[in-house]
C-alpha cells in the first residue's frame, strides 16, 4: 500500500506561482508512475501531468504546458508540481497518484487533495 499526501495549496493571485508537493509513504516509489490530476466544481476530474517511474520522462495536458513543471524527488519519495503563472481556470482541487509500473491502465493510489484557488 502506498500512502500519498499533498500539501502546499492556497489562495494565490492570476500571474502568481505555488508549488505543491506529494508525499508518499509505505513503499518507495521509484518504481512508480506518478500523477497530477485536479477536479473543479462541477467538473470532472482531468489529467495534468505525469512522470514515469524510470526515465523521469514526463508528460502534460495542453492547458498547463509551458506553465507547469512535474518532478519527484525519489529520495526523499516526494512528487513536485510547480505552477507558475496561474489563471482562474486552474482553480481546483488537485490529486496526486501513483501506480507501479507504468499508467496505462490509471492509477492505483490516490491523496486526498489540495485546494488551489486562483483570483483574478
Known amino acids: 500500500q502506498v500512502q500519498l499526501v499533498e500539501s502546499g495549496g492556497g489562495l494565490v493571485q492570476a500571474g502568481g506561482s505555488l508549488r505543491l508537493s506529494c508525499a508518499a509513504s509505505?513503499?518507495?516509489?521509484?518504481?512508480?508512475?506518478m500523477g497530477w490530476f485536479r477536479q473543479a466544481p462541477g467538473k470532472e476530474r482531468e489529467f495534468v501531468a505525469a512522470?514515469?517511474?524510470?526515465?523521469?520522462?514526463?508528460r502534460y495536458a495542453e492547458s498547463v504546458k509551458g506553465r507547469f513543471t512535474i518532478s519527484r524527488d525519489n529520495a526523499k519519495n516526494t512528487l513536485y508540481l510547480q505552477m507558475n503563472s496561474l489563471k482562474p481556470e486552474d482553480t481546483a482541487v488537485y490529486f496526486c497518484?501513483?501506480?507501479?509500473?507504468?499508467?496505462?491502465?490509471?492509477?492505483?493510489?490516490w491523496g486526498q487533495g489540495t485546494q488551489v484557488t486562483v483570483s483574478s
Open positions: 509505505g513503499r518507495t516509489v521509484s518504481s512508480y508512475t
Open positions: 512522470i514515469a517511474m524510470s526515465l523521469g520522462n514526463t
Open positions: 497518484a501513483a501506480v507501479l509500473g507504468t499508467d496505462r491502465t490509471g492509477y492505483d493510489y
